[in-house]
């Protein structure tokens, strides 16, 4: 028979995981476009820097050299693999950022007994703290007062 504590605490284990998979695609989603913005710019100075110089005066050598400025410029891959690489970085880079909610979150969906309510108890305890401190203020120093 399932207790009521057992579905409370599964609760905030489900409740807690969303909150952090939900802030962690958001983080992804930001730092996809802008490393995408930033490869395509990498790539078109590396281009531009490459087409101002030449190691001869030849007239074949700068029309090939034109048209694969052209080519690496306007390549779609640069963005996409871009984009990938910010969303797996960003991705996993709040994940860590969020460590211990995620640890108590699986604690409390995982856990037996014990270990479950000690997840959930974590877990409130941990977002009373964060809503204390980000949401009202509490023992952050402003930076007005520096």
């Known amino acids: 028979m399932v207790s009521v504590a057992n579905i409370a605490c599964k609760t905030a284990g489900i409740a807690g995981m969303s909150a952090?998979?939900?802030?962690?695609y958001a983080h992804a989603k930001h730092h996809s476009a802008v490393d995408a913005e930033e490869l395509s710019a990498d790539v078109f100075e590396n281009a531009i820097a490459a087409t101002r110089t030449n190691a001869?005066?030849?007239?074949v050598t700068g029309v090939m050299?034109?048209?694969?400025?052209?080519?690496?410029?306007?390549?779609?891959?640069?963005?996409?693999?871009?984009?990938?690489k910010g969303f797996v970085s960003g991705?996993?880079?709040?994940?860590?950022?969020?460590?211990?909610?995620?640890?108590?979150?699986?604690?409390a969906l995982g856990g037996r007994g014990f270990?479950?309510?000690?997840?959930a108890i974590g877990l409130v305890?941990?977002?009373?703290?964060?809503?204390?401190?980000?949401?009202?203020?509490?023992g952050k120093k402003s930076p007005i007062d520096e």
């Not at 270990?115 to 997840?119: D, H, I, N, R």
């Open 65 to 84: 050299q034109k048209k694969l400025t052209n080519l690496r410029m306007h390549n779609p891959i640069i963005p996409v693999i871009g984009k990938i």
């Open 125 to 138: 305890g941990y977002t009373l703290l964060k809503v204390a401190k980000e949401g009202f203020g509490l």
């Open 91 to 107: 991705f996993f880079g709040s994940l860590a950022d969020n460590i211990v909610p995620t640890v108590l979150s699986a604690i």
């Open 56 to 59: 001869d005066a030849s007239h």
């Open 115 to 119: 270990m479950q309510k000690a997840g």
């Open 20 to 24: 952090i998979v939900y802030d962690a």
